[in-house]
């Protein structure tokens, strides 16, 4: 996949593996939006990457996704290239979760089904592209459906299947459906300090956008491509023991 020239979009970039990822490609010599909820965040990403364009926008919403299109189009007219990153991690058992159900409702919008939209949003213009791309980041626990993150787990399940369906339904087309798999990586998902284990953000990012220049549309890393390529019944061992 041709990662130089291009103009690209990179939803939850403010932070993260959305911002690592959105640096690596604005080095590679392309155009690059990140979006983000937080104005000043975004602000002072600006100022430490300068060159890289910010657009505030909400993905949790219909309405502010049909903003963001008309925002990103009006900043980028030749966008060929969307990055569905933002996610949110609610750590806690299902029969514990005492929270109002707009909190749950929240993960499934910015997990799921904001890149389902914007995907819908973005490709009646990206089939106009000479080359365009949809990356959709979704997570090793798609593989894996944890208790301690449960609907996390399944917004990326559900995104990873979406993905491979995407990705069938435009073959013939000249738009390209890649998947990010990212296994736990140091970043403030979920909370501040729960991934200092993780992987650090650079040396993934660095190698996931390797494998995607080399043209690789399924992309895991460490453990994650560990859990992209396992059977059915190494999974269920692995379950095991994280859900105890």
């Known amino acids: 996949m041709d990662l130089s020239g291009r103009n690209i979009l990179v939803t939850g970039g403010g932070a993260g593996i959305g911002l690592a990822l959105a640096r690596a490609l604005h080095a590679k010599g392309n155009r690059v939006i990140i979006c983000g ?10 100022r430490e990457t300068p060159g890289l364009i910010p657009v505030r926008a909400d993905v949790a919403t219909a309405a502010g996704r049909d903003a963001l299109l ?10 060929d290239m969307l990055v569905n990153n933002a996610g949110i991690q609610r750590r806690a058992k299902f029969h514990a979760d005492a929270a109002d159900w707009t909190e749950r409702a929240q993960e499934i919008a910015i997990n799921f089904e904001a890149p389902v939209h914007l995907a819908a949003l ?3 213009h990206f089939l106009a592209c000479p080359g365009a791309a949809i990356v959709n980041v979704s997570s090793g626990l798609a593989f894996l459906p944890v208790t301690f993150a449960p609907v996390y787990a399944a917004t990326k399940a559900a ?3 979406f993905t491979i369906a995407l990705r069938d339904d435009l073959r013939g087309t000249r738009v390209k459906v890649a998947e990010i798999i990212p296994p736990m990586v140091n970043t403030g998902l ?3 300090g729960l991934h200092v284990a993780g992987v650090p953000v650079d040396i993934f990012v ?5 494998r995607l220049a080399a043209g690789e549309l399924e992309i895991g ?8 390529t396992a059977s059915r019944e190494e999974l269920a061992g692995i379950l095991a023991q994280l859900n105890g």
């Open 221 to 228: 890393y460490d453990m994650s491509e560990k859990f992209r």
């Open 37 to 46: 909820r937080d104005e000043a965040r975004l602000g002072e990403v600006v």
């Open 206 to 210: 660095k190698a996931v956008v390797d």
């Open 159 to 161: 995104l990873h299947s």
């Open 122 to 124: 973005f490709l009646p």
């Open 190 to 192: 979920g909370g501040q």
């Open 70 to 79: 008309a925002d990103a189009l009006a900043r980028l007219p030749d966008l």
